[in-house]
């Protein structure tokens, strides 16, 4: 692989449509995919996964941000964007402005929409969010048919569906994840009865989507597994996934060291014997977690070289001893896949003390990024 940068995040667009029709094909049809790409597409990069998941057939796209809104429009999308954590009242203008469909869970936000809507002539399509347990974002179900009967003043406002979030739905133990789905039906239910038909009602994330239908309702929101990862690390998604995020760098600098010295920051690792050491241009400041000091690994030539002492800012040190012919320039995998070895965001989330979420939006957010697969 040609690396063009001493730290290098590749998006592989292929595998990211190979994960869209997996998910895809677990809903019926007339179910509408909403796929989230807020927070730069986990990382990946918001347009270009907006648009390969726009050409593959996705029908909605879901956003953290009006300005990651306004990016999709700039770039050409026309897509129905959904801006998932609402909006600030001062943004109203902005988001009615660009079409975007907005999360709504407070009074004040609907009547700054509201007068947006009637500065401009246009109207505004939300989605009421409801807390049905995640203890988050979203008025408690309760609330939900005096807050739709209080709506009557914004006539340019149509509530096209309920939206909630699950808070356990990648355990095992799906028995707090049914209590919301039952709590969320039998909401839709009655708002339904009470005469809005909400056609838009949405539940499910990845691992609902995989693992309970019945969370589908009028549109699924996967996010993690579009970018190739599981909903639960331990265990494997059950769909077939391809990684799309991988993330490279080169050797900078090869030495071998005496039995008993000391390698990085604080001494706190000891070569125990002679060691050949490869130093990679890669730190904290390139999103690759100061957690993993003396923890993870790399692969250089398909074998795993171990970090040895802590994670600086720019650089890592890790042991190449057992490698055969280890010299300058050898290409080394952080993320991804080497000579039929893999390390993957699960194993660096477990080394991080995270999850995979994280580690893509770390690596992705610090790092130049290409494009594979297009
Ligand atoms: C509101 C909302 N819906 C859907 C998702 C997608 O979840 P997942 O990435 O687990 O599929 C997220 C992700 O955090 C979210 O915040």
Redesign the pocket.
């Known amino acids: 692989m040609m690396i063009t940068s001493m730290a290098q995040v590749t998006v592989d667009l292929g595998a990211l449509r190979h994960n869209y029709r997996q998910l895809r094909a677990r809903c019926a049809p007339g179910v509408k995919f909403?796929a989230?790409v807020?927070a730069d597409a986990?990382g990946h990069g918001l347009v270009p996964v907006a648009r390969t998941l726009a050409a593959a057939g996705v029908d909605y796209l879901?956003v953290?941000s009006v300005e990651e809104g306004l990016a999709l429009r700039a770039a050409g999308v026309g897509l129905p964007v959904l801006l998932?954590?609402g909006v600030l009242p001062q943004e109203s203008e902005k988001a009615v402005g660009a079409e975007l469909e907005v999360?709504l869970f407070r009074r004040d936000l609907a009547e700054a929409l509201e007068a947006a809507c009637r500065t401009q002539g246009k109207r505004a399509r939300v989605h009421l969010k409801v807390d049905t347990g995640m203890g988050r974002?979203g008025l408690f179900p309760g609330e939900v048919l005096p807050f739709l009967a209080g709506l009557a003043d914004c006539p340019h406002l149509e509530v096209v569906g309920l939206?909630s979030?699950l808070a356990a739905?990648?355990e095992e133990d799906k028995s707090y994840t049914r209590k919301q789905l039952e709590e969320f039906a039998s909401l839709v239910a009655e708002v339904r009865r009470g005469g809005w038909a909400v056609p838009l009602s949405h539940l499910?994330?990845?691992?609902?989507?995989t693992e309970i239908p019945q969370t589908h309702f009028g549109l699924v929101?996967?996010?993690?597994?579009?970018?190739g990862s599981p909903?639960a690390p331990q265990r494997p998604a059950p769909v077939s996934l391809k990684p799309v995020m991988s993330f490279t760098s080169e050797v900078l600098q090869v030495k071998d060291l005496p039995p008993g010295a000391s390698v990085s920051y604080g001494r706190t690792y000891l070569t125990r014997e002679w060691t050949k050491l490869a130093v990679v241009p890669v730190g904290y400041c390139n999103g690759y977690s100061r957690l993993l000091s003396n923890r993870g690994a790399v692969l250089i030539k398909g074998r795993r070289a171990p970090i040895r002492g802590r994670v600086c800012m720019n650089l890592i040190m890790v042991d190449g001893t057992h490698i055969p012919g280890l010299e300058v320039g050898e290409a080394v995998t952080l993320l991804g896949e080497d000579q039929g070895s893999r390390i993957t965001a699960e194993e660096l989330a477990a080394w991080a003390q995270t999850i995979s979420?994280e580690i893509y939006c770390a690596l992705g957010a610090a790092n130049p990024r290409r494009y594979t697969g297009e």
């Open positions: 909403l989230v807020k986990y879901g953290a998932l954590m999360v974002l939206i979030h739905a990648d499910a994330n990845s691992a609902a989507l929101r996967p996010g993690i597994m579009l970018y909903a979420y």
